[in-house]
């Protein structure tokens, strides 16, 4: 029980204190490295450059990966973003994205108070706050929903706090927040569209590793922050 109230504690003290400048917190951050593994071996790679310009905050990601075997191609994605955010306020999201040789996009803009959404899986408005689910974000933890960055879908979600946990990355120890992020709908869990771990940095609050199961064990690391 005292256990259950110290996370409960911790969880109110991380939303409270911290949630409400994350991206302000994040502005001397200018870039972002993550290697992507599927069965603990290296895929590919996910970068992140911010920058800084005229009041705003630019996000540039890239990514890819490929997964092979007999010499059949089994998964291979590319993508290419860019976030933008005013006075810590997403203002833009525009995103590229092949999977499978399959085009896929997301253009997210604010406009009369609202998110309008034009995506390959959705089109229309969603409230004023919500964010992309790219994860470098540790703001993301307080919505009941957040944007697909590959297709502009809004995905319901349920965040779970699990604890702190010390992890291991090419032997550098970090201290994380471990949070669970989870579909909420009434679809059996292996049929949800989101089902996640993400580890924070329990001092910076930069996203670390995420882990999830898909035909195997996929995982992010964080591998270079500057």
């Given amino acids: 029980m005292r256990t259950y109230i110290s996370l409960v504690t911790l969880f109110i003290f991380v939303l409270s204190s911290n949630v409400y400048s994350h991206v302000q917190h994040y502005k001397d951050l200018k870039f972002l490295k ?3 593994y ?19 905050l630019h996000v540039h990601g890239s990514g ?3 997964v092979s075997k007999l010499g059949v191609t089994l998964f291979d994605f590319k993508t290419v973003s860019e976030e933008v955010f005013k006075k810590g306020r997403l203002v833009k999201y525009t995103s590229k994205t092949i999977q499978n040789e399959k085009e896929k996009f997301s253009n997210v803009q604010i406009k009369k108070n609202k998110l309008l959404i034009d995506g390959s899986s959705f089109k229309g408005e969603a409230e004023k706050d919500l964010l992309v689910g790219t994860w470098w974000n540790h703001e993301i933890i307080k919505f009941s929903k957040q ?10 979600q349920k965040v779970t ?3 702190k946990k010390g992890i291991k990355i090419n032997n550098r120890s970090y201290k994380t927040l471990h949070f669970n992020f989870l579909s909420d709908d009434e679809l059996p869990i292996d049929k949800k ?5 993400i580890f924070y940095d329990e001092e910076t609050l930069l996203w670390v590793k995420s882990s999830y199961k898909k035909f195997g064990e996929w995982e992010y690391r964080l591998l270079e922050a500057q």
């Fill in 193 to 197: 569209k989101l089902n996640i771990n």
């Fill in 64 to 66: 890819n990966f490929n």
């Fill in 147 to 156: 944007i697909s960055p590959i297709s502009g879908r809004l995905l319901p």
């Fill in 38 to 56: 599927f069965n603990d071996k290296l895929i590919g790679n996910h970068k992140f450059k911010f920058e800084q310009k005229g009041g705003f």
């Fill in 161 to 163: 706090f699990l604890g």
């Fill in 34 to 36: 993550y290697g992507l």
